[in-house]
């Protein structure tokens, strides 16, 4: 149990810091510097599974991106 966790701290730290910082600004909202203020792991996780869910109710979506 302690290694899946861990795996999903490292991925979610990898994908905040690797990712499109442009996405993050659409999804998370700007700190005090501006910027997106990294969420917690149980908030970055369950934003991004609802926008997950949202493209694939609504596929068009997908085209916009």
């Known amino acids: 149990a302690s290694q899946v ?10 994908a905040w810091k690797n990712g499109d910082k442009q996405l ?4 998370f909202a700007a700190g005090k510097n501006g910027k997106p203020e990294k969420p917690s792991n149980g908030d970055f996780l369950a934003r991004i599974s609802r ?10 979506l997908e ?3």
Not at 5 to 14: H, L, M, Y
């Open 63 to 65: 085209e916009a991106l």
């Open 24 to 27: 993050w600004r659409m999804y």
């Open 5 to 14: 966790e861990k795996a999903i701290r490292s991925s979610v730290e990898a």
């Open 51 to 60: 926008c997950i869910i949202r493209e694939e109710e609504t596929p068009e």
